[in-house]
């Protein structure tokens, strides 16, 4: 049994971190590794920025009256809201932070295809998200994240025209972050490292890029008319005109829906990974994992009607639709049954991003299934535009999303900073968070069956309960959110070194030092096993020695 | 592994591998601009269909002769820019600056041509705006068109100038003396993009200008 390695070895070998310093080592860098903590850096601030216009959102539905902010004000904050978590939190999370830092070593390549555009991606992102930044502090937007027209093109007298070229700026960041990805994936691969070797996280970031390479250009132009439509009285979606309103709904769920399994599809990934490791065995149907994830990218272009069953379009188109919504179910309860199927008689353990893994199962479930009422044309037009669509998408984005996002952050986190987080805090975070997430949202679907419309800024006072409730878990929420955050930055400089392999897992990332030198690896590896295989490698066996010595106590063989 | 070379960047093993990835790049580059121009193609589909006649009516207040003169002088820089990608191939420097000085010198006569076209949509009001003015009852949805024509052209136009900036870009450093038999996948790479956007214009020009043309 190897002796967990020290500090000071950690210090002294040369890695990512600290091969050159100062700040414009960071703003200059072209290792991916680095371009990731930027991104960790931005989709931070912008995270906490939406979570602050969320909380506002919160305190002002503690009462029915609204009586916190205006009814305009309130219209700005969750248009707000929306606008900075999907385009600046939610899409660019596990992509542009893991999926950057990941992808390259886990196929055992130097860097990525193009670093520089990978840079370039970087300060496209912040350059939209000061833009954005910029109409927020000048006054706001209150169109709704969805921008409809005509509102947002002839009524709305906010910053609509600034707030749409930030999001316009911030798409080409992802297109280029998705185009990189898939040229990566394709000709960087390592010998030996084929198509069904990949680890899933590749395979779902890899479907996911397919959406951000087809689906950002669309939304980009779409919204580029609607500012052109303010600007040079271009009527395309001006009925005034002869234009048509609906063909923008048409245009911005083609994108729109999809970007939702840009937020999920990562998610999955990690999920993947933390479900196979804390199982201690192989995947069950890698195959279909990895069809699955494909099939979702490809199904989720032909389901955006599902957004438009009452704004007017023809009842077959509305039938179609509904029937393709029913059919994204399929790979995705295909993922969740072979996540389950590995589970069964593995070696389980608790370890926390096990806790957000199984937490992601779970909520994603409780989303999906109600995305299925909500794919149902009658169901839908009774909750249509209530509370329930808000705690559907919730519980996908932020239950199945954010959750899978922060279990990657725990599991990647001894790769990222070298170093091991506070085991028994981090759980307990856990817990915050699910029980907080549970009890944000859980009253909203309650909340929107009874009928209470979403973006009120005031409500009958027979819904207080719930909203009290809600509004409460979203105060737990928080806690659980922060906590995180003060421990990964406690753990950068005091906590115990994670060595190599702390879990122990199987990926081409855990055979690099931590943190991995500035070209990964000191020889490119030659793949020669199957991924996932647990079975075969009497050698990891969880825990590792490191983190049992550091945080669980003892192992059983030690005692 | 081949022989280390001056151009291969840090990440790649050798410049085969290099010249795989940059061509993917860009043909995964030029998907992400089919569906950027999709939407627009899209909105054009959606807007004709509601009013055929305005559209075949507005469309003929425009210059057959220039666009079709365009339509000529794009297809000719596409040849040249496929002579500069050979040229480049066969390591011929000095056929290769020709070319791209071609190419580069017919797309700004696109340019030119596509602004005298433009200066005289606004001298006849033809500009989506309150200054639009058309006789008839299509008077709206002729501006519909007109709002179609100028995003679609001058998207088109947009790309064109890029394109020459990076033709020009090339021609610099091919005059540098950078490119060689072995390393040219740029010209490549570029003269990809140079005949997407020549495409993009050969759909534009028959959906724009050509509709009802008999009347």
């Known amino acids: 049994m190897s002796t967990a390695p020290t500090a000071e070895v950690v210090r002294r070998e040369e890695n990512y971190l600290n091969v050159s310093y100062g700040i414009r080592s960071w703003l200059l860098t072209t290792d991916h590794k680095r371009i990731a903590l930027l991104y960790l850096a931005s989709v931070t601030v912008f995270f906490f920025l939406g979570g602050v216009f969320a909380v506002l959102i919160r305190l002002n539905l503690f009462t029915p009256t609204g009586d916190l902010v205006s009814a305009a004000t309130y219209n700005k904050l969750f248009t707000m809201h929306g606008v900075v978590m999907i385009f600046f939190f939610l899409i660019p999370s596990i992509p542009a932070v893991l999926g950057n830092f990941l992808i390259p070593l886990m196929i055992g390549a130097k860097d990525l295809a193009f670093p520089r555009l990978n840079l370039a991606s970087w300060y496209l992102f912040n350059m939209g998200g000061l833009i954005v930044l910029y109409s927020i502090l000048s006054g706001g937007i209150d169109t709704g994240w969805t921008f409809y027209t005509p509102f947002s093109s002839v009524y709305s007298n906010t910053h609509v025209v600034s707030t749409i070229f930030g999001i316009f700026i911030a798409g080409f960041s992802s297109i280029l972050t998705g185009l990189n990805f898939i040229v990566t994936i394709h000709t960087m691969r390592a010998p030996g490292m084929t198509w069904f070797r990949l680890p899933l996280f590749v395979w779902t970031h890899y479907a996911t890029s397919l959406i951000f390479v087809l689906g950002t250009p669309v939304i980009a132009i779409t919204l580029a008319l609607v500012a052109a439509e303010r600007l040079f009285h271009l009527g395309i979606f001006n009925p005034a005109l002869g234009g048509d309103p609906l063909l923008f709904q048409h245009l911005f769920w083609f994108y729109s829906h999809p970007a939702v399994y840009i937020m999920v599809l990562p998610a999955m990934g990690v999920t993947t990974e933390l479900i196979t490791t804390f199982a201690r065995k192989k995947l069950f149907g890698y195959s279909f994992v990895a069809a699955a994830s494909l099939a979702i990218a490809v199904i989720g272009f032909l389901v955006w009607g599902h957004h438009m069953f009452v704004a007017g379009q023809s009842a077959y188109a509305a039938m179609i639709f509904s029937l393709l919504s029913y059919l994204v179910a399929i790979p995705s309860a295909v993922k969740v049954f072979n996540w389950t199927a590995t589970l069964y008689k593995g070696s389980v353990s608790w370890a926390t991003p096990m806790l957000y893994g199984l937490g992601f199962i779970g909520l994603f479930v409780m989303g999906g299934l109600t995305g299925l009422f909500l794919a149902a044309l009658g169901v839908d037009v009774h909750v249509h535009d209530t509370y329930f669509v808000v705690a559907h998408f919730h519980y996908i984005m932020v239950g199945g999303a954010v959750m899978g996002y922060l279990g990657g952050l725990h599991y990647w986190w001894p790769k990222i900073s070298g170093r091991l987080y506070p085991e028994a805090l981090a759980r307990f975070a856990a817990i915050v968070l699910f029980i907080g997430f549970n009890l944000t949202f859980f009253p909203q679907f309650i909340l929107g069956y009874l009928g209470m419309p979403r973006r009120y800024h005031a409500y009958p006072p027979e819904f207080q309960v719930l909203n009290v409730l809600s509004t409460a878990g979203a105060s737990i929420l928080a806690i659980g959110y922060l906590l995180p955050m003060a421990y990964f930055i406690w753990s950068m400089r005091y906590g115990p070194a994670a060595g190599p392999n702390p879990w122990p897992a199987t990926g081409l990332e855990w055979l690099t030092p931590s943190p991995p030198p500035p070209h990964n690896f000191d020889e490119t590896p030659t793949v020669t096993w199957e991924p996932y295989d647990f079975p075969n490698r009497p050698d990891l066996k969880y825990p590792s020695p490191v983190v049992a010595v550091r945080q669980l106590g003892p192992t059983p063989q030690e005692e | ?215």
């Open chain 2, 1 to 215: 592994m081949s022989e280390a070379h001056s151009a291969l960047a840090e990440q790649f093993r050798d410049l085969e591998q290099q010249r795989e990835v940059a061509s993917l790049g860009m043909w995964v580059f030029l998907v992400t601009e089919i569906m950027f121009f999709g939407g627009l193609f899209l909105a054009y589909a959606v807007a004709r269909f509601l009013h055929p006649e305005a559209f075949a009516e507005a469309s003929h207040h425009l210059n057959v002769a220039l666009g079709g003169i365009n339509t000529a002088v794009l297809i000719a820089s596409s040849l040249t820019m496929a002579l500069a990608v050979h040229a480049a191939q066969v390591g011929q420097r000095r056929a290769l600056m020709g070319f791209l000085t071609l190419t580069a010198a017919l797309g700004c006569v696109f340019l030119l041509i596509k602004g005298i076209e433009y200066a005289d949509k606004f001298q006849h009001h033809l500009v989506p705006g309150s200054a639009f003015s058309f006789a008839g009852p299509e008077a709206r949805p002729a501006e519909l068109f007109f709002s179609l024509y100028f995003a679609m052209t001058g998207l088109h136009a947009l790309h064109m100038v890029i394109g020459v900036g990076v033709v020009v870009v090339l021609l610099v450093r091919a005059w540098k003396g950078r490119y060689s038999v072995q390393y040219h996948i740029p010209i490549e790479v570029a003269g990809l993009y140079w005949h997407f956007v020549d495409i993009i214009w050969i759909f534009l020009f028959p959906l724009l200008y050509l509709i009802d043309i008999h009347h």
